[in-house]
């Protein structure tokens, strides 16, 4: 099984599909943030990228005028050739029905530093916890899975690895399983 | 709780340090190895009968899915990831095959969604029985733990003839399912199925119209709607709080759009509306299970061939469905390789045990074991 018989298949454009509702979320959103960048629009989905200076800002806005109430996902992507790390939360809404099939993703960027030092190193994201509850369990996962800080947290501890873990934040590139 | 957080100067390990005894409050471990519990410890702090301080600690059955699923190709990850919650195999399996199916750009055959949805059903049913007999014997009630227990079996002897296993089908596979149905299988399910309904309607005399098991779950644990929707949680617990919102309805995936059900919403938000709302929600299973027989096609591929190491694209996809315990998304990002770059999976237990906290402290001790359980919590799925 080499890598020559597989084939790539090329997802067709669907931008045709998208409705006038999402095209109007992210409008709104980049006519009142003008460095935000709005890296697809799917049918119902949306992916918007921002500066973690700017997030807490983009999310109150999100959640005040947009309408999403929770935060379904909160996932860390690690990114080491761009030497940065990038969390995604996924937003979703109860509240607004119109918005019950959307997911809105919001993600931001933290600095990676080759020699993680979990809490004591320059990755550090604004907490979005004052805004979305929700997420406080889940930027506490991203915390000890990918070293991100959370800023105004009150509760950066561990929570599935073995309290007495040291080694690297495991979801990090560098971190091998062994025999892989 | 400032004591607690990370980093901090006086910690042997992080997350490990010494605390003060003080001669009121009691520290009481609830876990890891209590028999219903599950590998998952809660530290309460009691004064007297009271709680007044719940800190939720999962984590003992960790395993790394997210990482295990970035070193295997897209096939290789089905039979693992469905471990988290071996006995909703399927629902934890179906928002990665709609991803997939997403990423590779696959039209699945018209009597494989059918299959898919014949699957899930039966495995939300196998799932929630199991979840009812564990709060069954939770609140003393014996009985209630063999009966769902014993009715589980017909659904199980169903998936095994269907896939093959009792447990871990691994019968979803991107772009439809693993094989076909044995031959009469459509008249043994829909009598099994009927039976198992009538079984279900016995349940009300002996455990939901049970004045014990109302005095015990009735007003305890009491989750407003505007929590319920603050915290993010999902599945039961959010419709036992007045919320409508069930993903098989508002984001029909597959065939959910053409079938006959309805969601089951409470406006209560106690533990005895949390503890009913998967009793009902199993009747809706059998609904849909019965219209699924009477509408799939009788012939036809159940599923498309795939290209050995199938890519996905530059792209990323996020798929949600409605599991026994809500929510269950996938974020699937591809970059081009036969493997996933990185797949984080949200889960409704993972998401629920924010109300966990919310809804313990302040209750009494003996109340713990009732609302903890109504959380629709399961630990395993959870940890990942």
């Known amino acids: 099984m080499s890598s020559a018989d597989s084939t790539e298949i090329v997802k067709t454009d669907d931008s045709s599909l998208t409705s006038d509702l999402d095209k109007s979320l992210s409008d709104s959103i980049s006519k009142k943030f003008s460095n935000v960048e709005i890296a697809y629009v799917k049918p119902d989905r949306i992916r918007?990228?921002?500066?973690?200076?700017?997030?807490?800002?983009?999310?109150?806005?999100?959640?005040?005028?947009?309408?999403?109430?929770?935060?379904?996902?909160?996932?860390?992507?690690?990114?080491?050739?761009?030497?940065?790390?990038?969390?995604?939360?996924?937003?979703?809404?109860?509240?607004?029905?119109?918005?019950?099939?959307?997911?809105?993703?919001?993600?931001?960027?933290?600095?990676?530093?080759?020699?993680?030092?979990?809490?004591?190193?320059?990755?550090?994201?604004?907490?979005?916890?004052?805004?979305?509850?929700?997420?406080?369990?889940?930027?506490?996962e991203c915390f000890e899975m990918l070293g991100v800080y959370f800023d105004g947290h009150p509760d950066n501890r561990r929570l599935l690895l073995p309290e007495d873990w040291a080694d690297i934040p495991p979801l990090r590139k560098d971190f091998r399983i062994k025999g892989r | 709780m400032s004591s607690h957080v990370y980093p901090k100067e006086k910690e042997i390990f992080p997350g490990l340090q010494l605390e003060k005894v003080d001669d009121r409050i009691m520290t009481l471990n609830v876990g890891p190895q209590h028999p219903g519990s599950g590998h998952m410890r809660i530290i309460l702090k009691v004064d007297g009968d009271y709680i007044v301080h719940c800190d939720p600690d999962p984590g003992y059955v960790h395993r790394g899915e997210e990482k295990m699923a970035e070193y295997r190709n897209y096939i290789t990850n089905i039979p693992h990831l469905e471990r988290p919650v071996i006995h909703d195999s399927c629902n934890i399996l179906y928002p990665y095959?709609?991803?997939?199916?997403?990423?590779?750009?696959?039209?699945?055959?018209?009597?494989?969604?059918?299959?898919?949805?014949?699957?899930?059903?039966?495995?939300?049913?196998?799932?929630?029985?199991?979840w009812l007999a564990i709060y069954g014997i939770f609140l003393g009630h014996s009985t209630m733990f063999m009966w769902p227990m014993g009715d589980r079996e017909l659904v199980i002897d169903l998936l095994d003839k269907m896939t093959g296993a009792r447990v871990t089908h691994a019968y979803f596979v991107p772009g439809g399912v693993r094989n076909d149905l044995p031959p009469n299988f459509e008249d043994v399910c829909l009598r099994q199925v009927n039976y198992f309904e009538k079984r279900l309607k016995e349940y009300a005399d002996i455990f939901y119209d049970n004045p014990i098991l109302i005095s015990r779950t009735k007003d305890t644990g009491i989750l407003s709607r505007e929590d319920a929707i603050k915290l993010g949680t999902t599945g039961s617990v959010l419709r036992a709080s007045g919320v409508d919102f069930d993903i098989r309805k508002k984001e029909p995936y597959d065939v959910y759009e053409e079938l006959d059900f309805q969601?089951?919403?409470?406006?209560?938000?106690?533990?005895?509306?949390?503890?009913?709302?998967?009793?009902?929600?199993?009747?809706?299973?059998?609904?849909?299970?019965?219209?699924?027989?009477?509408?799939?096609?009788?012939?036809?591929?159940?599923?498309?061939?795939?290209?050995?190491?199938?890519?996905?694209?530059?792209?990323?996809?996020?798929?949600?469905?409605?599991?026994?315990?809500?929510?269950?998304?996938?974020?699937?990002?591809?970059?081009?390789?036969?493997?996933?770059?990185?797949?984080?999976?949200?889960?409704?237990?993972?998401?629920?045990?924010?109300?966990?906290?919310?809804?313990?402290?302040?209750?009494?001790?003996?109340?713990?074991?009732?609302?903890?359980?109504?959380?629709?919590?399961?630990?395993?799925?959870?940890?990942?």
């Open chain 1, 48 to 140: 918007v990228n921002v500066k973690k200076e700017e997030i807490i800002a983009v999310a109150s806005f999100i959640r005040d005028e947009l309408h999403f109430d929770h935060a379904e996902s909160v996932g860390g992507v690690d990114y080491p050739e761009d030497k940065q790390i990038e969390v995604v939360y996924h937003l979703g809404s109860y509240t607004d029905p119109s918005l019950s099939k959307h997911i809105l993703a919001l993600a931001t960027r933290a600095p990676r530093e080759d020699v993680p030092r979990p809490g004591n190193d320059s990755t550090i994201l604004p907490s979005l916890r004052d805004i979305f509850p929700s997420v406080s369990f889940h930027e506490r």
């Open chain 2, 97 to 130: 095959c709609l991803g997939v199916e997403e990423l590779l750009g696959l039209e699945v055959p018209e009597r494989a969604k059918y299959l898919r949805v014949i699957a899930a059903e039966l495995n939300r049913c196998v799932y929630t029985q199991y």
């Open chain 2, 263 to 384: 969601t089951n919403v409470l406006k209560e938000g106690d533990s005895y509306a949390r503890s009913k709302i998967p009793w009902l929600d199993m009747f809706e299973s059998c609904r849909i299970i019965r219209d699924a027989l009477k509408k799939m096609p009788k012939s036809g591929s159940v599923r498309v061939k795939l290209k050995p190491n199938p890519k996905g694209g530059d792209t990323e996809v996020y798929r949600r469905v409605e599991s026994g315990r809500g929510s269950l998304g996938m974020h699937i990002i591809s970059r081009g390789k036969p493997q996933p770059y990185r797949l984080k999976i949200s889960v409704g237990s993972f998401r629920n045990l924010i109300a966990m906290p919310h809804l313990l402290t302040g209750e009494m001790l003996g109340n713990m074991p009732a609302v903890y359980w109504s959380l629709n919590y399961w630990p395993v799925e959870a940890d990942r």
